[in-house]
Structure formats: structure tokens, C-alpha cells
């Protein structure tokens, strides 16, 4: 069994090649995948399979839950599927459980993603450190807390799950911690759920900027995102928002096969 380990801006996912739609991905498969003790350690499986014609990206967090959109995971499953000569590289799409959406691979390695609109829901607050911290709720095909501070995002422990509103996120929420650090530009942390902090969140860094945007009472712009792991782009649009970043493929191997049927 392929697997092939990749990241976007040290947001990091082993593929698993399923073309034939033939793996039994369990739950305990996955956090033993991810576990950086016991497994490959990511923050997340990007199951690749080809459905209705096309390619399309089976993403589960850390813990095992399914997630609806991974933006720095789409961007990864891409380059996948270009270095495995599956797409020519250029413009093509990929069906996620958000809908499907249009990536542009690029010779330097980087893709742009297309992640669909970014609304702003309303809005809300997150309890960090046993501060309430106010921001906006914004779906970009999963939910997030977007909370723009003054207070220096470093100086935050995000090693237990921020407390937010139930009633609001049913679902689980991720949330993300912004500093406004320039004309355009931002730096974020976040805590996603189902992983815990991760080194980046695509999604959360199309939902920092809109949070941004909206507290200008602006629903259109750009801004580069620092994140542990990096730098990203941002730009949100009156019906759309795309993420443009890096993808770097590190490793690929075989998984052990009685390791595998172990934890079945």
C-alpha cells in the first residue's frame, strides 16, 4: 500500500492512493497514521479516489473525524496528482465534501486554490486563556472562529481547545488567533479542531482574512497570511476567495501490510 507524505506551509497530511475506492479507512487507521509516535504523525489523511470522473479529495482530521474542506490539504493533494502524472499540471478540479473546486498548479511548486465563498455568519466569542476574545463566524465549507486581537498572537496557549459558542458551532469550530502586522498583511494561529494547534489552516487563514474584511466593513481584498509554517495569499471575492501557497511533496513508501490489517 502507496503512501506518500506531503505539506502546505508545514500543515502536514499522508496521501493514501486509493484509485480503485478499495481502502477501509477506519478511524483507528487514521490516528495511527497521524500519530507521530506510532505512525507517519500528520495532522491529517488526504484519501485520494476517483469518483463521478473525478478526482476526489477523502480528508479526515487527526482524530479521525471527516472534515468537509482542508485548504492547505487540497493544495497538497494537487501536486500529488500532478507528480503522479494522474493531471497534467495547469488548471483542473477537485470534488470535495465543501463542492468542487478548481486548483492552478504552478511550475515553482505552489498552488492557488479555488475555496469557495467565504460568508461571515455573524458573530461570536472565544474563550482563550480565560479570555473572551470577539470575532466573526465565517463558513468557508467548514466553520470557523476568526478573532482579529491586539494582543500579540505569540503570547497565547492554545495547548486545551478554546471554549466557544455551542448553539452557534453544533459542530465544532476552529478558531483563529490574527494580528494585524502591515498594510495587507496579517499573522495568525490557529486551533482546529479535531488536530489541535496546527503549524497552518488554509481554510482559517480565507476565514482570518474575511474576519479582517468584515471588520472594516469590507466584503472584498487581499492579504498575504504569515503562519507558523509560512506565508499564504488571500483573496476574498464578491462570490469566491482563493488561497495561493506552497506544496511540497517529502516522502513515499509502503505502508506494512500486517500493521495495517492490526488495526482493523
Known amino acids: 500500500m502507496e503512501f506518500v507524505k506531503g505539506h502546505g506551509t508545514e500543515n502536514d497530511f499522508v496521501v493514501l492512493p486509493d484509485l480503485d475506492d478499495q481502502l477501509d479507512l477506519t478511524v483507528a487507521r487514521v490516528q ?35 472534515a468537509e ?15 503522479a502524472g494522474h493531471q497534467r499540471q495547469g488548471e483542473f478540479v477537485v470534488g470535495t465534501r465543501a463542492g468542487d473546486r478548481t486548483v492552478v498548479t504552478h511550475p515553482d511548486g505552489s498552488v492557488t486554490n479555488d475555496m469557495g465563498p467565504a460568508r461571515v455568519m455573524g ?43 455551542p448553539v452557534m458551532f ?5 478558531v483563529e488567533l490574527i494580528n494585524v502586522i502591515g498594510q495587507d498583511a496579517l499573522r495568525m494561529r490557529v486551533y482546529e479542531r479535531g488536530v489541535g494547534e496546527t503549524r497552518s489552516c488554509g481554510t482559517g487563514t480565507v476565514a482570518s482574512v474575511a474576519s479582517w474584511l468584515a471588520g472594516q466593513g469590507r466584503t ?24 495561493t501557497g506552497p506544496a511540497v511533496l517529502v516522502a513515499r513508501g509502503e505502508l506494512d501490510k500486517s500493521w495495517w490489517d492490526a488495526l482493523a
Open 32 to 66: 495511527a497514521l497521524c500519530d507521530r509516535q506510532r505512525g507517519l504523525g500528520a495532522d491529517g489523511v488526504l484519501r485520494v479516489v476517483r469518483t463521478d470522473g473525478k478526482w476526489f479529495m477523502d480528508y479526515r482530521n487527526a482524530d479521525g473525524s471527516i
Open 69 to 83: 474542506m482542508c485548504g492547505n490539504g487540497l493544495r497538497v493533494f494537487a501536486r500529488y496528482l500532478v507528480d
Open 123 to 165: 458573530t461570536s466569542i472565544a474563550a482563550v486563556d480565560g479570555q473572551g476574545i470577539g470575532g466573526f463566524a465565517v463558513d468557508v465549507g467548514n466553520p470557523h472562529l476568526a478573532c482579529v486581537t491586539e494582543d500579540p498572537v505569540e503570547g497565547f496557549s492554545l495547548t486545551a481547545p478554546p471554549g466557544f459558542d
Open 170 to 174: 453544533p459542530h465544532g469550530v476552529n
Open 220 to 243: 472584498t481584498g487581499s492579504a498575504t497570511v504569515d503562519v507558523l509554517g509560512g506565508q499564504v495569499f488571500v483573496t476574498i471575492e464578491p462570490t469566491t476567495s482563493t488561497l
